[in-house]
């Protein structure tokens, strides 16, 4: 007879039930509405197929489509789904990977020599309707090395063999739906049905395992949902982001632009663009400046011992440019990856006292990282970007505090920039694999430790990442939420033991003594092309008025009235308020339209009336019609507005 288990659940209950019990099982006990919901289940922190049987004392959390692990199993089963539908399609095909991804899910495919283009999607995915009716369940199957090879020999898959030959014996697993079988490690959805609404978006090319000297596989993408309603508000929010695409709206504003001479991945910062980034960085400087920070420059290429030293040769050597050689045999640089390696030399310049710490050197540092052309994305994703970093070099002590100090900088850039969703993930190291990570147990311990009180002290809403931490430290992402709810990595802030025992960096200590500091890496923006890109789309390139590249254009109604214009723009420019005039022959009525669409926050249309009497006739983005007024009103209403964007 079997005898009785405790499960603990999530609230803080628990249950007795017999040995063997299916985490399923449990859901029905507890309610059948709540089973019909259940999607897969985390076992002591594991998430796995809501089948698996419980044969001892067990953590147990049962994952819905509330859940982040509930939404990604629904569309990793999404993807075994699409799988089976393209082979009803195009037999023949070999399957690469199918995994789950931020917003969905991919698969990639060798149509061998079928064609397949966007025009195909659609009955693919009609396909993928008509078999989730089925409600097929997803069988897992554990089976041998010899057995899996066997299975894609006869398929001659030469993708899936290539995975199966990295691992282990004892350790694969097989998962059948339907009439497919695949490759899979799971968990998946108890059936196919809990597949309810299904979309596939795109395709794209991808070299198989991401490396340019492999294949290029076709890349399906698609998203599911276990609600019509959900979908269709995602289908929305797809549409409302193209209109916000920062690839689109930077050309649209003259901000940046791309140039294939100069090279994929490499931003070219038009004059508006760069002025628009000149007023971000003030912005940060005067906030640094009134912490304590002071400014430094480095050089944009390192000698190859600089990054040897660090660990950043041996971490990521193998993904970087090519290095850069000089007519002496001995000497090889690299262009600049990181900006801490040459912050900790600056810290090693000359003695340091405990009295001179926290020493705290700030950069607006270009680094360079090569990315594969496949991965480029307009300034999300590029091969030169400038980083807003910064390296604290204080005590032990002096850890915590500083950490704090950090996240207020954080959270003023993004009250001030009106990114008022957020939430701050603590990226910790995973909890298996401690091979990928520098440093001593005890650091990474105090260090973890600095990161989860500081947090907790100022009552930040954060959530746990394990395995995301950076290879010398834990960390504090921001993950901030736009104005159409999608979520983006923004800024950074991590603790660091490692770095300054690499560098040998010391202070002299109040016993007269020779100490090691800690380092807190901070980057509030992360860096500019990225928070540039970020801020466009979550504004949809409506930037707040201390921001903007022109805060007003002046309309004259006819040419008659351009020198009026001209003096306006003058008086307005004395009053440092940007602006322009719009001397075109066209009616207002255009001039207005266009000004529209190019976003300026003020429109001063100007004709008889007010060059008689030296006012202006006034209209807001977003308001409509202020009236008329004078010049000196008009600047006083501006910089008010200013004082209370950046104040608040």
């Known amino acids: 007879m079997k005898g009785l ?24 006990a507890i309610s059948e509405g709540l089973a019909r919901n259940v999607l897969a289940a985390k076992v002591n922190g594991e998430v796995v197929d809501a089948s698996r049987l ?53 698969y990639d495919i060798d149509f061998m020599n079928h064609t397949f283009t966007e025009k195909d999607l659609e009955k693919v995915e009609q396909t993928m309707k008509e078999l989730s009716k089925l409600k097929s369940p997803f069988l897992r199957k554990e089976v041998s090395k010899a057995e899996a090879i066997a299975y894609f020999t006869e398929k001659e898959d030469p993708y899936k063999l290539e995975l199966i ?39 794209a090319g991808a070299y198989w395992r991401g490396d340019e000297k492999n294949k290029q596989l076709t890349r399906i993408y698609g998203v599911a949902f276990t609600k019509n309603v959900e ?78 030293t660090s660990g950043h040769y041996d971490k990521y050597g193998a993904d970087s440019f090519q290095p850069i050689l000089t007519p002496d045999v001995n000497e090889e640089f690299y262009l600049k990856p990181m900006n801490c390696p040459h912050h900790c030399e600056i810290y090693k310049a000359k003695p340091r006292s405990y009295k001179e710490l926290p020493t705290r050197f700030a950069e607006f540092g270009t680094v360079y990282r090569y990315e594969q ?32 100090q950090v996240i207020e900088i954080v959270l003023y850039i993004l009250k001030t920039l009106k990114f008022e969703s957020f939430t701050a993930q603590i990226s910790l190291r995973d909890q298996e694999n401690r091979s990928k990570y520098i440093g001593t147990e005890e650091n990474w311990v105090k260090a973890e430790q600095a990161i989860i009180e500081a947090t907790g002290e100022m009552q930040l809403p954060t959530k746990i990442a394990y395995g995301e931490a950076a290879f010398y430290g834990p960390k504090l992402d921001f993950m901030v939420h736009d104005a159409i709810g999608r979520e983006w990595q923004l800024g950074t802030i991590q603790v660091d033991y ?28 992360g860096s500019m092309e990225r928070f540039v890109a970020v801020l466009i789309e979550h504004c949809a390139g409506e930037f707040p008025l201390w921001l903007t590249s022109d805060q007003f254009i002046v309309l004259p109604v006819s040419e008659k009235y351009n020198s009026y214009a001209q003096k306006v723009l003058e008086l307005l420019n004395n009053s440092d308020i940007r602006g322009l005039v719009d001397e075109r022959n066209e009616k207002v009525g255009k001039k ?57």
């Open 498 to 525: 490692s770095l300054p025992e690499r560098f040998e960096l010391e202070y002299i200590g109040p016993d007269n003594q020779k100490h090691r500091p800690v380092m807190i890496h901070r980057a509030p923006f």
């Open 5 to 28: 288990i405790t499960v603990f659940l999530p609230d803080g209950s628990s249950k007795s039930v017999p040995q063997g019990s299916t985490c399923m099982d449990i859901a029905k």
């Open 54 to 106: 419980l044969s001892d004392n067990s953590t147990l959390q049962l994952l819905t489509w509330n859940d982040e692990e509930g939404k990604s199993t629904l569309w990793h089963s999404s993807a075994h789904l699409l799988a089976e539908a393209l082979e009803v399609h195009f037999p023949g095909i070999k399957l690469a990977i199918g995994p789950p991804i931020r917003n969905g899910f991919y």
């Open 231 to 308: 979908l269709t508000e995602y289908l929305e929010k797809l549409e409302e982001a193209k209109k916000r695409d920062h690839r689109k709206l930077g050309k649209e504003l003259e901000l940046f632009t791309f140039s294939q001479k100069v090279g994929q991945g490499l931003p070219l910062w038009l004059p508006k663009g760069a002025a628009l980034r000149d007023r971000l960085e003030n912005f940060l400087k005067k906030a640094q400046k009134a912490a304590g920070y002071q400014q430094v420059i480095t050089p944009h290429i390192g000698n190859k011992e600089l990054y040897v």
């Open 373 to 404: 052309s496949g991965e480029l994305h307009g300034l999300t994703r590029v091969r030169g970007f400038t980083q807003d970093d910064a390296h604290i070099f204080c005590t032990p002590e002096q850890v915590k505090q500083e950490f704090k």
């Open 165 to 203: 030959n990295e691992l282990a014996d004892g350790t694969i697993t097989f998962y059948t739906q339907g009439n497919f079988t695949d490759l899979c490690r799971g968990p998946h959805v108890p059936d196919t049905g809990f597949i309810k609404a299904i979309k596939l978006l795109s395709i």
């Open 592 to 648: 207005i339209r266009d000004a529209e669409v190019s976003k300026y926050p003020f429109m001063i249309v100007v004709g008889e009336k007010e060059a008689e009497s030296e006012t202006l006739s006034v209209r807001q983005r977003g308001v409509g019609d202020l009236g008329e007024m004078n010049v000196q009103d008009f600047a006083s209403l501006v910089s008010a507005e200013i004082k209370k964007e950046i104040d608040q």
